[in-house]
C-alpha cells in the first residue's frame, strides 16, 4: 500500500468517524418523584394532569438537559424510600435540604426558599411564645419540618398532628385549632386566598431557622450521584439566566420566591439517618 493510499484511507475513516452517530449521546430519561397535593407547588387537575411550580420546574429542567422525563406521583414520605431503592432518580417536590436528610441524600443548589409563618382568624390576640402558647390548640402536617420547629419550640402547646396539609386548614377554619404553621407561600395560596381562609391572615414573625427549614427547596437525589446533580445544577443555574425561571415564578407568584440570600453551602454529612426521620417539607 504506498503512503498517498494509506493517507485516503485514514482520512475517509477520519469523515466517516466524524459523521457517525455518537450511539453515547442518547436521549437521557430520568423518573422524577412529585407529590401532586401541595399547591401551588403541585397539584393534581380534575382532568387528572400534574401542574404547579415544582412541576413546570421540573419539567423546565428536564427540557434543558434534553432529558426524557416521566412524573411520578408519590406521598412525600415515600419519596426518599423510593429514591434508594431506585424507582425514582431524583425528587421534585419542594424537599427542604436540611442536615439531616443530607445523611440519607443528596441535594442539588435550592430552587426556591420560603419562610415558615403562623396563620390564624383575625383579629385573634396570639402571643408566639412558649408561655403564650400554653395550652392552645396549634395543627401541623404530621413529620413536617414545621411538625419539629412547634414541637422544639412552643413544647407547652397542644400540637395537633394532620396527615393531609388540607386537613389542618380544615380544622383551622372550624375553629378545632387556634392557630397552624406552615410554608407560608402554601399557606397564601392553598388557604388565605381561598373562600376558606376568608377571615384568617399571617401572625408574627416568618421564621426560616436553617435548624429547622433547611436551606431551601432543592432536588433530591441518591448518595453519590455527582454526575447528575452536577448536570441539573447547570440546568437551575440556565433556566434563571435565560429567564425561565422567572416566567415561570410569574404565573404562580409576585415576589421573588428564590429568595434573596447567595448560594448556599451545605455541609456533606455522611453519616446513616433512618428514612422514617425525612419527611416532609
Keep these: 500500500m504506498t503512503a498517498g ?18 450511539v453515547g449521546a442518547q436521549t437521557k430519561k430520568l423518573k422524577l418523584g412529585v407529590e401532586g397535593a401541595y399547591p401551588p407547588f403541585s397539584q393534581m387537575e380534575p382532568s387528572g394532569k400534574l401542574t404547579g411550580f415544582d412541576i413546570d420546574i421540573a419539567n423546565a429542567l428536564c427540557a434543558q438537559l434534553k432529558a426524557e422525563c416521566t412524573m411520578v406521583q408519590l406521598s412525600f414520605d415515600g419519596m426518599i424510600p423510593a429514591l434508594q431503592s431506585r424507582k ?18 443528596d441535594f442539588t443548589d435550592k430552587y426556591y426558599k420560603t419562610p415558615a409563618r403562623f396563620v390564624v382568624k383575625n383579629g385573634v390576640k396570639l402571643e408566639l411564645s412558649p408561655a403564650g402558647l400554653k395550652g392552645k390548640r396549634v395543627g401541623v402536617q404530621r413529620s413536617t419540618t414545621h411538625d419539629r420547629f412547634v414541637g422544639d419550640s412552643f413544647k407547652s402547646a397542644d400540637i395537633v398532628r394532620y396527615t393531609k396539609q388540607s ?6 377554619a372550624s375553629g378545632r385549632v387556634d392557630a397552624a404553621v406552615l410554608d407560608a407561600v402554601a399557606a397564601e395560596a392553598g388557604f388565605l386566598k381561598t373562600p376558606q381562609g376568608k377571615g384568617f391572615g399571617f401572625v408574627g414573625p416568618e421564621y426560616e431557622d436553617p435548624k429547622y427549614f433547611g436551606f431551601g427547596a432543592g432536588i433530591a437525589l441518591r448518595k453519590g450521584d455527582n454526575a447528575l446533580r452536577e448536570d441539573f445544577n447547570r440546568a437551575i443555574a440556565a433556566i434563571r439566566a435565560n429567564g425561565v425561571y ?13 429568595g434573596i440570600d447567595p448560594k448556599a453551602a451545605v455541609p456533606v454529612v455522611p453519616a446513616a439517618a433512618p428514612v422514617s426521620a ?3 417539607k
Excluded: G, N
Design 5 to 22: 493510499i494509506k493517507a485516503l484511507i485514514l482520512a475517509a475513516v477520519a469523515c466517516l468517524m466524524t459523521a457517525a452517530p455518537d
Design 88 to 105: 425514582i432518580d431524583a425528587v421534585v417536590a419542594s424537599m427542604s435540604i436540611t442536615d439531616e436528610r443530607r445523611k440519607a441524600v
Design 167 to 172: 386537613e389542618v386548614f380544615l380544622d383551622l
Design 246 to 258: 422567572k416566567k415561570i415564578q410569574d404565573v404562580y407568584f409576585d415576589f421573588d420566591v428564590y
Design 278 to 280: 425525612l419527611v416532609k
